[in-house]
């Protein structure tokens, strides 16, 4: 006759008590880790350079849109595109006006508007943020404003993506968690990056 398979023993639940008492050890514990984390050179270091990366992509932004550091080039040749839409004149709006640069660059401002177009040669303003010197707007003799530099679009994007990401991350504390603080970090670094390649 084969012998009875071995039941497991009965599991005995714990008392309300002792679930409390798990609970407030596991509590005390995860407190004790945040506490010897955020005592770290490591997390210093990240969160330093966060906040850094934070400022830097503030600055791009406060260029595009506000005061910025300008420099005057001259241009050799001017290329005009024109859009659909057309002023009760019968002008036709300018999406986009070329300028081929004395030293060689071609920049192109994105326009979209109904605007007087530059002489065949000349000089041109472009503004650029003051720390990573990215060229963000230009204009030209003839016009009051700035516009877009079709360049600094990419710049744009990537600094907005990085902004919200950051803010994001900040706002919900998840710089208080090793693993998500050095996702922020891997992230803010591979958005400098591209911003200092770019």
């Known amino acids: ?62 260029c595009f849109f506000g005061p910025s550091n300008y420099d ?41 508007d109904f605007v007087d177009l530059p002489a065949e040669s000349g000089s041109f303003v472009v503004a650029h943020d003051f720390l990573l010197h990215k060229k963000l707007k230009a204009s030209y003799a003839g016009i009051s404003e700035f516009y877009r530099l079709y360049e600094a679009s990419p710049i744009l994007i990537i600094v907005l993506l990085a902004l919200v990401t950051s803010s994001v991350a900040y706002f919900y504390n998840l710089n208080e968690n090793p693993g998500s603080l050095t996702a922020v970090t891997f992230l803010n670094a591979l958005a400098l990056l591209a911003l200092i390649c770019i």
């Open 72 to 112: 005057q080039y001259a241009y050799t040749r001017v290329e005009t595109k024109y859009g659909n839409h057309y002023s009760p004149e019968g002008k036709a709006i300018v999406e986009s006006v070329e300028l081929k640069g004395a030293d060689g660059n071609n920049y192109r401002l994105m326009i979209q």
């Open 1 to 62: 006759m084969s012998a009875e398979p071995r039941r497991r023993p009965r599991r005995i639940p714990f008392t309300p008590e002792e679930v409390a008492n798990i609970i407030a050890v596991k509590k005390r514990k995860e407190l004790l880790q945040l506490i010897h984390f955020k005592r770290s050179k490591g997390f210093k270091l990240q969160n330093v350079f966060n906040v850094c990366c934070f400022f830097i992509y503030w600055e791009v932004l406060i």
